[in-house]
């Protein structure tokens, strides 16, 4: 027996919200219903300017609207009855996040971490109890402009209030560090902000999970190469991802790459949050409450 498509609204049509509407459309299990967005936009569904002006019609939601907006937004659909898939981070307030976490207790939810389900995300779980003794994980970032050119409209993205790399892209990083290692401790963390109100420059920190340190250092605003990297330390072996998908390892000598199978997709994600929305919530899914453990890392960064 096939399963109704799901229907769905895409609250926030810019560059992230345009993307998985896209995504959604041509994806069997949804169907969609309408776009919100305060601005009227041109796309291939109805637009309104209001979640509540469709709340009724749909049973779920993805959100991609700027993150000071998300607990607002996403209480409401959850105490509708709806299914909530929201952009990262969680919330710029963690109080909002906490009361996002409690309100999505029980009910189908998820956060769009791209690294969820990547196959290297896959691999490195796979292979993490063959490094031997983990001596630590580096997370290295550099952006030589900031917010990036596919994200140039979205003006908040260079302010501190609601944007910057730690929340927009660190954040990834924190989820694969926690997926790996459990819950992270804050040992000690800042950020360097060029002037009042602007996204920060430099981040840098030291966290823990599992006993294990790990060590952050992030810029951006400098010449040189757009880098992300994640490094996981082994007294045997040692693991590389870098620029998201690609996977190296080394036993002591240099970095070989890691064939990798396909994994890891928009229109994947939307295929795991139907099955969290038919009642089964896919472990590589992140969820609400593994966003808000995100967000009290990231938000700590910048207070």
């Known amino acids: 027996m096939v399963a109704d498509p799901i229907r769905l609204a895409v609250v926030g049509l810019g560059a992230m919200g345009t993307r998985m509407l896209t995504a959604a459309l ?3 299990a949804f ?3 309408a776009g919100v967005d305060v601005v009227p936009r041109e796309v291939d569904v109805p637009v309104v300017t209001s979640l509540d002006d469709v709340l009724s019609d749909v049973d779920a939601v993805y959100l991609a609207t700027p993150p000071a907006v998300h607990a607002g937004q996403a209480i409401r659909a959850l105490t509708a009855g709806k299914a909530v898939f929201c952009e990262k981070p969680l919330a710029v307030d963690l109080g909002e996040a906490r009361a996002m976490a409690e309100a999505a207790a029980g009910r189908p939810n998820a956060v769009n971490f791209a690294l969820s389900d990547m196959a290297a995300t896959l ?3 796979r292979q993490l109890p063959e490094l031997g003794e983990l001596r630590g994980v580096e997370v290295r970032l550099q952006f030589p402009k900031w917010p990036r050119e596919f994200q140039k409209d979205a003006l908040w993205l260079a302010q501190a209030e609601q944007g910057g790399f730690v929340r927009e892209v660190l954040s990834h990083f924190v989820y694969l560090t926690d997926r790996m290692l459990g819950p992270l401790t804050v040992e000690s963390v800042s950020a360097d902000f060029p002037a009042p109100g602007a996204a920060e420059v430099a981040a840098r920190g030291v966290l823990r999970g599992g006993g294990v340190p790990v060590h952050v250092s992030a810029f951006s605003g400098l010449a040189g190469p757009e880098v992300y990297e ?3 330390w082994g007294t045997r072996r040692s693991l590389r991802l870098s620029q998201w998908a690609r996977l190296s390892t080394s036993d002591g000598g240099p970095w070989q790459p890691v064939e ?7 229109s994947a994600r939307l295929g795991l949050f139907a099955q969290a929305v038919r009642g089964e919530h896919p472990r590589d899914l992140a969820d609400f409450a593994s966003g808000l453990r995100v ?4 938000e700590a960064f910048l207070r």
């Not at 967000?295 to 990231?298: C, T």
Request: charged fraction near 15%.
């Open 26 to 28: 041509a994806h069997p």
């Open 31 to 33: 169907t969609v219903v």
């Open 123 to 125: 691999e490195i779980e």
């Open 230 to 232: 994640w490094t996981v």
């Open 260 to 266: 990798l199978g396909a994994g890891g997709s928009d």
């Open 295 to 298: 967000a009290e890392v990231v």
